[in-house]
């Protein structure tokens, strides 16, 4: 039996995924059951609400959405929820994440979500923060977030210290 998932990844399309796989692979990577789910503020509205609606009383402790250009998901995530919900603004075609990014990080005062970069950069850092939140209450989990950031360390380091060709 697979077990209960904390993270949630909910994607506005399947066309995310792409991005939204390195979000995925560093929650695993932890060792943190997930789910990933598409689901739509504009094209599935009432099961999007339903999904936020519904998420903490089913063990869920963070949710991570994504969307891009009318990128409205996340924050309509946040609206029926009050777990914690982190926002990975996906580059659009026309306007390559600018749009995105806007449309997560202006939400009005009093329903907050915490954005991140635009593309996998913020898919990855989205996975470590919400990795970083769970830690505070899971002493192993620390110590796995502590050797991770040691082995990204030394791996900056050497190349710090040696020429480049
Ligand atoms: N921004 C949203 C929302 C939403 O905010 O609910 N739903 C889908 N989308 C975005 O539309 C883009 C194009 O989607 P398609 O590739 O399916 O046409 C995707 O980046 C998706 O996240």
Redesign the pocket.
Known sequence: MSRQALIGIV??????WPIMRHCAETLAQFGIPYEAKV?????TPDA?LDYAAHAGARGMKVLIG????????AG?LAAKTELPVLAVP?P?KYLQGID?LL?MVQMPGGIPVATFAVGEAGAVNAALFAVAMLALNDAELAAKLSAFRARQREKVLAKTLSDLP
Do not use: K
């Open positions: 994607m506005g399309s399947d066309s995310d689901l739509s503020a504009h094209r999007a994504a969307a891009g250009g009318a990128a409205h998901l309509v996906m659009s995105s449309a």
